[in-house]
């Protein structure tokens, strides 16, 4: 029901930004709750945020808080990751989830509960 496409990785150096986006086909985007979740070479896939489909409620990995935002865009079918203050452990492909749901509040964080993902991309932090 729902294609994914993430963007926006790349090379950046410790405590500097970036911003991943991922645009999702169809129409119904707002009804999906999303999520982001990461993946190091050696190391098994780790959640990272995520955000109900109405966008009023999130919810962020420790590792991460106070440095990452996630963030949507119904009207043009996309979700965001602003990523500030990287550091080298952050280095991992980054892939966008979807799961259909009714609730408009609720926030997804578990990896088996998403249905859709996106064939994600590459973000590297250097020291």
């Known amino acids: 029901q729902v294609q994914l496409v993430a963007s926006g990785g790349g090379l950046v150096q410790a405590g500097g930004s970036l911003r991943l986006s991922c645009a999702a086909s169809?129409?119904?985007?707002?009804?999906?709750?999303m999520g982001w979740f990461r993946q190091a070479p050696g190391k098994e896939r780790e959640f990272v945020a995520a955000i109900s489909s109405g966008g009023g409620d999130t919810y962020y990995a420790d590792s991460v808080k106070g440095r990452f935002t996630i963030s949507r865009d119904n009207a043009k079918n996309t979700l965001y990751l602003q990523m500030n203050d990287l550091k080298p452990e952050d280095t991992a492909v980054y892939s966008c989830?979807?799961?259909?749901?009714?609730?408009?509040?609720?926030?997804?964080?578990?990896?088996?509960?998403?249905?859709?993902w996106g064939q994600g991309t590459q973000v590297t932090v250097s020291s």
């Open positions: 169809g129409r119904t985007f707002s009804s999906y709750a």
């Open positions: 989830a979807a799961v259909w749901t009714r609730r408009q509040s609720l926030v997804v964080t578990t990896i088996t509960d998403y249905i859709y």
